[in-house]
């Protein structure tokens, strides 16, 4: 079946496109997951047990054992890590648990924005919703005949599952030969995550418009253009403008591309 695509208006009035992720793609994560789960889940069980064992001379099918204070820990542990997977997973990888990433896809806002945490939290929480009867029956049927291949947790948190845009791989542009001239990359700046979270598609077209224009501009007009950018932007990453030459502003705006462009620059077709 062909992927649905979808128009989304962000806030800031930029229209983007993806396409949905069906029920065949979200199964394949949904099972590269909880392999992985499940192989954390014995791996733990397995390590508590030896932790009781060392200490204890309890039987594996005692009364005692169920009922001890090391196996109520194993279990809150097991509860922790079954739910915190996907919540921490999802906001801090940008939407993707280790499964979406091998699978190609990722959760998204409604709007087109990253995954909040409470979104996230939400979402996830539903799954007990969305697994009734049985084996995600609920959640199976809901993305399969939802025209955006929602499940109530979607619904409900105000997310989308798509499949990530390819990004080109077009020779290098002239600004990104002017970073790999200059030596630049990532590590050059080292920014929080919710730093980053707090810039956007709007940001995002900012500072792709100005490395593009700046390299061509006359030395004044290029000066005047990064100090504006600068002023705008570097309040939002830390980041002081004051007493820095405009190379050293020019090189975190570029890096600041550098990481921007990961999110952003993509290829639709």
Not at 88 to 100: A, R
Request: glycine letters at 6%; charged letters at 25%.
């Amino acid at each position: 079946m062909e992927r649905e695509k979808i128009d989304i208006k962000t806030p800031e009035f930029v229209s983007l496109q993806f396409q949905s992720a069906g029920l065949g793609s979200r199964a394949a994560a949904f099972i590269i997951d909880q392999i992985l789960l499940s192989i954390a889940n014995i791996l733990i069980v397995i390590g508590f047990l030896l932790l009781i064992y060392g200490f204890s001379s309890l039987s594996f099918y005692s009364y005692e054992l169920m009922f001890s204070i090391p196996f109520a820990i194993m279990l809150i542990v097991l509860f922790i890590l079954n739910w915190a997977y996907y919540v921490v997973l999802e906001y801090f990888s940008g939407g993707k648990t280790v499964g979406k990433r091998i699978v190609g896809i990722r959760v998204i806002q409604d709007n087109g924005h990253s995954i909040t945490l409470l979104s996230s939290f939400i979402r996830n929480l539903l799954r007990i919703i969305d697994s009734l009867p049985a084996y995600y029956l609920l959640g199976m049927f809901m993305v399969f005949f939802h025209s955006k291949n929602k499940r109530l947790g979607d619904l409900v948190a105000g997310t989308i599952v798509v499949h990530e845009r390819r990004k080109k791989k077009n020779k290098l542009s002239a600004i990104e030969k002017e970073i790999k001239a200059r030596g630049l990359s990532k590590e050059s700046l080292l920014l929080d995550e919710w730093v980053l979270r707090s810039l956007g598609e709007k940001e995002w077209k900012l500072v792709h418009t100005y490395c593009h224009r700046v390299l061509n501009l006359p030395s004044a007009e290029r000066k005047l253009l990064t100090i504006q950018l600068a002023q705008r932007l570097f309040p939002k990453i830390e980041q002081l403008e004051k007493d820095k030459t405009t190379e050293e502003l020019e090189n975190i705006i570029f890096v600041l591309y550098l990481y921007l462009k990961e999110e952003w620059e993509f290829d639709f077709s």
